[in-house]
């Protein structure tokens, strides 16, 4: 197959660019992270597809050649942005969703809003809103930029026209294989983030998290866990590792955890063959079981 661009009309004032690929029954969305965009999943998109998977990879509101609009940042009103976009790319049985980072605090978001409609869930290295585990990490100083990216107007008047240094330095600090992503690859990353609006939408992102939390408090409150199989990997060399499993099982009655080797943060870049083989045995198309 080949890869597809396309856009979308989501809500008012608000279009998302994504790829597409693959033609299979079933689909499988692909959410980044910060500071990327849908570029992030080259490595992995194309592994699923061979597998006969569709898979549909977007950039989230704000981001890469997606809308940027002055608000809609939390994860709750960007992922009825993706299932809009599902919806006209007429994405015909339940999916599977796997997010990175951010796109892993939008695919939780997602799941707890439309839980009829995912059959798996994959969370990769990112702190999960609403969780006893995030709350504790605020004090840990590895995570200095959500209180920096939290400070309107001068988060974003301080790194203006300094992107590249700032990108450049937000991805190495967390990078285990500093050749999983290539200067070709951070260019785009570059070039993304150093459009008008980007990263101010990237920061509204961050401030956004309060809200995040109190909204999966409250469905989990009302709903109780999430009741589809929900896997979490953490990057073993670097990332969030441990940290994954008491957040997923306090989210998901259904939860299993696995350590990503030979990476850190950016698992999708530096280990996607044992990413796509997770995903694979997530969803019963692997040889063997996912161990817990």
Request: charge should be negative; proline fraction near 5%; aromatic fraction near 8%.
């Amino acid at each position: 197959m080949t890869i597809r661009h396309a856009s979308a009309p989501v809500a008012e004032g608000v279009r998302l660019h994504y790829l597409e690929d693959g033609a299979g029954p079933r689909t499988v969305v692909l959410l980044h992270g910060f500071p990327q965009t849908c570029h992030a999943w080259r490595k992995v998109a194309p592994r699923l597809v061979a597998q006969g998977l569709r898979v549909i990879a977007p950039d989230y509101r704000g981001a890469g050649h997606s809308s940027k609009p002055p608000a809609g940042y939390d994860k709750w009103t960007i992922a009825a942005d993706i299932h809009a976009l599902l919806e006209q790319a007429a994405a015909e049985e339940r999916i599977a969703l796997v997010g990175h980072d951010i796109g892993a605090m939008v695919a939780l978001a997602y799941a707890f809003r439309f839980r009829d409609q995912v059959s798996h869930l994959v969370l990769i290295d990112a702190p999960l809103q609403g969780t006893q585990a995030m709350e504790a990490m605020r004090g840990d100083p590895r995570g200095w930029h959500v209180a920096f990216h939290g400070a309107r107007d001068i988060a974003e008047r301080l790194v203006e026209g300094r992107e590249r240094v700032y990108l450049r330095y937000m991805i190495d600090v967390r990078a285990f294989d500093p050749s999983a992503i290539a200067p070709a690859d951070f260019e785009c990353y570059v070039e993304a983030y150093a459009a008008a609006g980007a990263m101010r939408a990237a920061f509204e992102l961050y401030r956004a998290f309060d809200e995040d939390a109190a909204r999966i408090k409250a469905e989990l409150a009302r709903a109780g866990k999430l009741r589809m199989p929900v896997l979490a990997i953490g990057g073993a060399a670097g990332g969030l590792g441990e940290a994954m499993r008491p957040m997923v099982q306090q989210l998901a009655g259904h939860a299993r955890y696995l350590a990503a080797p030979g990476c850190a943060h950016w698992v999708p870049e530096e280990n996607p063959t044992f990413l796509c083989d997770a995903i694979l045995s997530a969803m019963g198309m692997g040889e063997e079981a996912i161990a817990g």
